[in-house]
DNA sequence: TTATTATTTTTGGTATACCAAAAATAATTT
DNA sequence: AAATTATTTTTGGTATACCAAAAATAATAA
């Protein structure tokens, strides 16, 4: 089996697996790898011969521990070039994901390694993903969408997952940036729209714009 | 045909027509390639066939204009990458081209632009190789092995393609660092060895050590 | 010019990663 | 439980990039 195409199907069915927690099924993995599920079915014997996927007939498919290893691995080393890109080469958020796509296959131990030393080990990508680190281990993000928050505790504003001008403009407008507090106030019944405490003056906002607003308790 | 095969194809008949000035042999490429001159055969025929090659029966190959135009962004990526390894990434000269040799692959021309700017779109590498421009333009080197150079010319010292600690190691001891004037003064027909003034000084260099010197004329 | 050697091409065959369609199995709905 | 629907697997088939061995061609030496 090719280097690459192991390491997109491990890739996914992390992803898949939510951290591989669940077993996952061929049908999914066939939906993300466009492909069809017979193409899958061949590929995760073939993994499993290899040992890296746990693999029963008619069941699913679970990474083992190799699997898992190599899994983060590749994890690790996309977020730390899409980290790179955005920090040191100025890349918006909406690029590197792409040019990410085809870096992560460069397995080399060292560039990852220096990458990641130039950007301060970071434990996050630019989009509030845990970046895994050498030995595959995740720091758990505390990162939520602001819609998900509770109300009375205060967050800090992260990031966010949309880049258009427009939704950026609105950010501004209500100097809802990076590194400010918020706290929800309540949530109207009738359209999800959020009534937020910010600057300490109250604000409206629209659960179409908070499911684009990145948060993390404050603390 | 398989967009890495392509691109590994047309960088090595670019090479091994020293710019695209000859035709270069199947067995030639089969050589460079480590394939059998029969892959070949069936690969140039493909190349012919996505007019990136001519192409005639038994004769052998050179790039069209197109295959150049291919292969000079290919040569532009990998050196881009070399370069910003050994400068931006602190890697050794020895060490960056196995490892541009992968990300030369990662076609993306906004990436590369990013990083030539960030290194001053440089017309040579680390090894003293010409970087082709965005159009494919390359800068015509001048630089030679201290070997290779005219007596009573004055050269300065550009590089080395020698990189062991022994080897850097004499340089320093005579200082025969970057940057230094350089100047032949006579060749010994016994060993080839050279009699070069250097800091004013006379002192005699291998033919072996001389090969691993890169110079440029003084100018 | 004829041998001899080297190169190129043809022919037949392998492994990979895919697909389409049919068959088998599992999960849902009625 | 039976029928329907969804998923998975099997089967047969394609294109790519390779190889080994034989045949054809070209180049070099005797």
Redesign the interface.
């Known amino acids: 089996m090719q280097k690459e195409t192991v390491e997109n199907y491990l890739k996914t069915i992390y992803h898949l697996s939510n951290g591989n927690a669940q077993v996952v099924s061929n049908k999914a993995l066939a939906d993300r790898l466009g492909v069809i599920p017979a193409t899958v079915t061949e590929a995760v014997k073939k993994l499993h011969g290899l040992k890296l996927v746990e693999y029963e007939k008619s069941y699913g498919t679970r990474l083992t521990t190799a699997g898992a290893k190599m899994a983060l691995d590749i994890v690790r080393r996309h977020r730390i070039w899409e980290t790179y ?1 955005a920090t040191e ?3 918006g958020w909406d ?1 590197v994901h792409a ?1 990410a796509e ?2 992560e ?2 397995k ?1 131990d ?2 990852i390694k ?2 990641a030393e ?1 950007l301060g080990n970071p434990h996050f990508d630019p989009h509030g993903d845990p970046i895994p680190d050498e030995k595959g281990k995740i720091r758990k993000s505390n990162f939520i969408k602001l819609s998900d928050a509770k109300p009375k505790t205060v967050y800090t504003i992260m990031g966010v997952t949309d880049h258009s001008p427009a939704f950026l403009k609105y950010l501004e407008k209500h100097k809802l940036v990076i590194g400010v507090a918020v706290q929800v106030r309540s949530v109207e019944e009738f359209d999800h729209s959020l009534n937020v405490v910010c600057h300490k003056k109250r604000i409206a906002v629209s659960a179409v714009a908070a499911g684009c607003i990145i948060v993390a308790p404050k603390g």
Chains 1, 2 share one sequence.
Do not use: M
């Open positions: 890109l080469l100025g890349f690029e040019i085809e870096l296959h460069v080399n060292k560039l220096k990458l130039k």
